[in-house]
């Protein structure tokens, strides 16, 4: 008897339909990778500034906000202004390099300037702020 010997096929895996799926992940991890905040989630309404310029969202900021009541943060975290020399001083050189005032333009100047010179008093030499682009008219 001579039976038919069928060679079974090896399954065939649809390679296009898995680059597609693939391709989809990686972007949908790349777009979900890239939103991060630069700014602590503080409401500060900024002052505008005609001649403000935009700084690359990379670099990593430690900033100093003061609130319209006064508040001071640094990096999101209330201290005191008395407090705020020696946090200061405690953050890494790096950190230290790359610090920011970011202040609420309803804060009082009083308090803007304690904070001022506290962080000059911590060895802070160049302070940038952080501002609005003005509207244009």
């Given at each position: 008897?001579?039976?038919?010997?069928r060679k079974r096929r090896a399954p065939l895996i649809i390679i296009v339909?898995?680059?597609?799926?693939?391709?989809?992940?990686?972007?949908?991890?790349?777009?979900?990778?890239?939103?991060?905040?630069?700014?602590?989630?503080?409401?500060?309404?900024?002052?505008?500034?005609?001649?403000?310029?935009?700084?690359p969202a990379e670099t990593e900021r430690a900033i100093v906000s003061v609130?319209?009541?006064d508040q001071v943060q640094l990096d999101g975290k209330s201290v005191g202004?008395?407090?705020?020399?020696?946090?200061?001083?405690?953050?890494?050189?790096?950190?230290?390099?790359?610090?920011?005032?970011?202040?609420?333009?309803?804060?009082?100047?009083?308090?803007?300037?304690?904070?001022?010179?506290?962080?000059?008093?911590?060895?802070?030499?160049?302070?940038?702020?952080?501002?609005?682009?003005?509207?244009?008219?």
């Open positions: 008897m001579n039976f038919a010997v339909s898995l680059v597609d799926i693939l391709i989809i992940l990686l972007i949908f991890f790349v777009v979900s990778t890239t939103f991060k905040k630069d700014q602590p989630e503080v409401q500060i309404n900024l002052p505008e500034s005609k001649t403000a310029t935009k700084a609130d319209e009541n202004v008395e407090e705020l020399e020696t946090a200061v001083r405690d953050l890494p050189a790096e950190r230290k390099s790359t610090l920011a005032l970011q202040a609420d333009r309803k804060a009082s100047w009083g308090a803007i300037i304690k904070v001022m010179d506290a962080l000059k008093l911590a060895g802070v030499k160049n302070l940038p702020s952080f501002t609005r682009e003005a509207a244009a008219k």
